[in-house]
């Protein structure tokens, strides 16, 4: 297993509300990435953070917000869910925000579900 | 914009035999990284091999290799002496150089190993 930790495992949310997903990065990673994992596709990127700050988003909506703090842990923030958001949100760390230090090491996931 | 295409929803394969996924890709980038993760039942996404494109040597990594043509855009990933851990999804995955260190993932091939 790698040292990516997220929480919670499971969180069930009604269409509008907003929901805070929490990724704690391994020991020594500056660098967090967020995927979305829709059901039987792969993981499609979301952003990344880099030393506190946005580093690269995808083609998500501005509803889709992030946080990385001084200790690189991070939060993924989705405002106004719709059904379609329903997924496995998975959260990468790697060691440094550039392809050369390209490996990343990925949480479990958190399993949204929308109603 | 890059795309990754894995052709096989599905594959099967008897314990001890050998298997090959495939993967194409499409970019106009002359430098970039490609990779091989697994995700079993389990959800967390592990590592099996990457290929930097300037690296003419395909990898291998224990039972795991990969054949990397550069030229086709091709870059499927052979399983020897398959164990039944080796069940999972397996997803190939792209990523640009000197751009941070998003990943582009394609849909994914789901393996079974039978006993």
């Known amino acids: 297993e790698t040292g990516v930790t997220q929480s919670p495992t499971h969180l069930i949310k009604t269409r509008g509300q907003q929901v805070t997903l929490r990724c704690s990065s391994q020991s020594g990673h500056n660098t967090v990435s967020w995927y979305q994992q829709a059901l039987g596709q792969g993981p499609q990127f979301i952003f990344q953070?880099?030393?506190?700050?946005?580093?690269g988003r995808g083609n998500f909506p501005p509803r889709f917000s992030g946080l990385q703090f001084p200790n690189y842990s991070s939060e993924l923030n989705v405002n106004a869910l719709e059904l379609d958001d329903s997924a496995l949100y998975l959260c990468?760390?790697?060691?440094?925000?550039?392809?050369?230090?390209?490996?990343?090491?990925f949480g479990p996931g958190t399993r949204l579900t929308v109603t | 914009a890059q795309t990754v295409t894995q052709s096989q929803p599905e594959m099967s394969v008897q314990e001890a035999e050998t298997v090959t996924l495939s993967c194409t890709y499409d970019?106009?980038?002359?430098?970039?990284?490609l990779f091989w993760y697994k995700q079993p039942p389990s959800r967390q996404m592990i590592l099996v091999i990457r290929?930097?494109?300037?690296?003419?040597q395909n990898a291998t990594e224990n039972r795991f290799s990969v054949n990397f043509q550069k030229a086709a855009k091709s870059f499927s990933l052979k399983i020897s002496d398959s164990q039944l851990g080796d069940t999972a999804m397996y997803f190939c995955?792209?990523?640009?150089?000197?751009?941070?260190?998003?990943?582009?993932f394609g849909g994914g091939t789901r393996l079974m190993v039978k006993p």
């Open positions: 970019t106009s980038e002359s430098n970039y990284y």
């Open positions: 290929q930097e494109a300037y690296k003419q």
């Open positions: 953070y880099y030393r506190e700050e946005e580093n």
């Open positions: 995955a792209f990523m640009k150089d000197n751009a941070g260190n998003m990943l582009t």
């Open positions: 990468a760390s790697s060691l440094g925000g550039r392809a050369r230090d390209y490996e990343q090491y």
